[in-house]
């Protein structure tokens, strides 16, 4: 195995110790942490841009909408039930017709692409922010911001754009802002922190093999 892989399973070894560690500590259901270690070995291959990982990713999904919906996450619910199992199973799928090794061929946006997702992007925000409180939903602004974002990477992660992987990047970062601000109310919640951290840093690792990937591909 390579260093990268080394270093990142050393890693996720730690982050299930730490999850556990805080699951007993706050007296979490083992159902509710479920999915994180599950979700450790998707970061991994996520690393190694992996068409598996959208599959483990999908059946994951199921898991992860009940936890949003014991917490309030009523946009992060319905992302995962109606969006996250279903489009990642399709991911599967295409990545798997479209065969690179372990991964599939990529390909990158045309600048009018760009702005039809931005702009469309734009207007469901507002919709989210408008729709989302009079269900009695927490944390609007960021969970709003992660549920779309996380649909828009699903998106171009089936249709194998590479830009993905730098949208991935700040919904990471805003997942962890996420979920410290919930830390208060919600002290358990510091195990899905401590697993947003791990895939952040798995996620700059799939940016750059991402990166390499397209790179390479288009030199055949």
Not at 15 to 38: E, N, W
Not at 113 to 128: D, E, K, P, W, Y
Request: with cysteine; hydrophobic share 55%.
């Amino acid at each position: 195995m390579r260093k990268k892989d080394i270093f990142i399973i050393i890693l996720m070894v730690f982050t299930a110790i730490l999850i556990t560690i805080a699951g007993v500590y706050y007296q979490q259901s083992f159902l509710r942490i479920l999915p994180l270690y599950v979700s450790l070995v998707i970061s991994l291959l996520q690393t190694r841009i992996s068409r598996f990982a959208s599959l483990m990713g999908g059946i994951n999904s199921l898991l992860y909408g009940a936890v949003y919906i014991y917490y309030s996450l009523y946009g992060s619910a319905f992302s995962a039930l109606l969006f996250s199992f279903p489009i990642q199973i399709l991911t599967f799928i295409r990545w798997n017709k479209n065969k690179w090794e372990h991964s599939t061929v990529l390909r990158k946006m045309s600048r009018k692409q760009r702005v039809i997702v931005l702009f469309g992007f734009i207007g469901a925000l507002a919709a989210m922010w408008i729709l989302l409180p009079l269900i009695g939903a927490k944390y609007v602004f960021l969970d709003s911001i992660i549920n779309l974002l996380g649909i828009l990477i699903y998106f171009l992660t089936m249709f194998a754009f590479v830009e993905y992987t730098f949208l991935m990047i700040i919904n990471g970062v805003i997942s962890i802002i996420l979920y410290i601000t919930m830390l208060s109310d919600s002290p358990e919640i510091a195990t899905y922190l401590i697993y947003s951290v791990y895939s952040f840093i798995c996620i700059v690792f799939a940016f750059f093999q991402a990166k390499r990937l397209y790179d390479t591909q288009q030199q055949k």
